[in-house]
């Protein structure tokens, strides 16, 4: 029971895509990776903690990583889930 007639003459229009891939910076969202990196920094420069600093950045942008590979947009979606919490609370 498929549909097999053909598409009609400019119907079907090829999209280049990088008009539909997320913005990855680092592999992992663009605003966690700004995030990542402004606490980083504020923890180097700031608490002058050069190595509390760059350990955090690392494991933090991993974990963000490793969050990017199975869901791009996971940083929309956790904004989202903490916004509506109090709506879906059991």
């Known amino acids: 029971m498929t549909n097999t007639r053909a598409l009609p003459d ?3 229009v090829p ?3 990088s008009l539909t891939a997320p ?3 680092a592999g992992a969202p ?3 990776t700004i995030a990542n990196g402004t606490l980083a920094a504020g923890l180097g420069v700031g608490l002058q903690l050069w190595g509390v600093g ?3 950045w690392i494991i933090a942008q991993g ?3 490793f969050a990017a590979r199975r869901d791009p947009q996971f940083t929309e979606v956790l904004v989202r889930h903490i916004r509506h919490r109090s ?3 059991c």
């Open 54 to 56: 760059l350990v955090f």
């Open 87 to 89: 709506y879906y609370e």
């Open 30 to 32: 663009r605003l966690a």
């Open 10 to 12: 400019g119907y079907c």
């Open 15 to 17: 999209v280049h895509q």
């Open 63 to 65: 974990i963000c990583v």
């Open 23 to 25: 913005i990855l910076l």
